[in-house]
């Protein structure tokens, strides 16, 4: 059996906080594939190019090359040599990472590497289609989610701890339209796979939900033990 550990779920669920412990406690990789498309957000925003322009985008997919390094333990992504871990996190290029997403040709770009990066050492990776199109054999298959004015309060904690100005209302309406964008897409929409356990954290501490994974996965595949 594997040890790959695929996480999904909407926005704002905390899949990053907890998929990246989980890695750390079983020692396996972490791998955040919300982080390439927001590579790639970055880069088509940068060249005055929008999610609907699919010709534009088709016409400079090609020219991208992203790479995912390991710094202290933290995923970084480098596009074309530049290290943009930290321009990628705007609320712009969340809101761009969903729009780009929908398009075939960069989910079939990104789908190739993020294959590549999982077929060379075990990961915990999360996403919104991890389970049910790019590690569709992964032995264990988790689908977080939170209630949306819980996951709202939680993103104005972290901006508010990082000293920016926040209004719980709009948060709460960029949240929900992201996450309808990314159901309601033709190809991988975020769904919980069939043979994913659902994970609600609504009321859950990270620490629990952590232990409650973990907990699945050594019952699901005694190789985690
Ligand atoms: O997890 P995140 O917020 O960093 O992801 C940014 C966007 O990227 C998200 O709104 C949808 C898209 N995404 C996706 O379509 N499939 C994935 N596996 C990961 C992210």
């Known amino acids: 059996m594997n040890k790959e550990i695929a996480i999904d779920g909407p926005a704002g669920a905390g899949k990053s ?10 020692g396996l990789i972490y791998v955040d594939t919300g982080a390439m498309f927001r590579g790639i957000a970055l880069y088509m925003t940068e060249k005055g190019i929008e999610g609907s322009e699919t010709g534009k985008i088709k016409g400079e997919i090609n020219n991208i090359r992203l790479d995912i390094v390991y710094e ?3 995923q970084q992504i480098i596009l074309n040599d530049e290290n943009v871990s930290k321009l990628i996190r705007s609320p712009e290029i969340s809101k761009a990472a969903s729009e780009f997403a929908q398009v075939p040709e960069v989910r079939e770009r990104l789908l190739l590497l993020q294959r590549e990066l999982a077929a060379k050492r075990p990961v915990v990776m999360d996403g919104r289609d991890i389970g049910s199109k790019v590690l569709p054999d992964a032995s264990v298959k988790i689908f977080l989610t939170a209630d949306v004015r819980v996951r709202a309060e939680r993103r104005c904690k972290e901006l508010i701890e990082k000293g920016e100005k926040v209004n719980i209302e ?3 309406s960029d949240i929900k339209s992201r996450d309808e964008q990314d159901m309601n897409r033709k190809v991988s929409p975020l769904i919980q796979a069939s043979d994913a356990v659902l994970v609600d954290t609504s009321s859950l501490s990270i620490d629990e939900v952590v232990d409650t994974i973990i907990k699945i ?3 699901k595949n005694p190789d985690f033990i």
């Open 17 to 26: 906080t907890i998929a990246k412990k989980v890695a750390e406690k079983l």
């Open 72 to 74: 202290n333990g933290e």
């Open 170 to 172: 709009d948060i709460m």
């Open 217 to 219: 996965a050594c019952d």
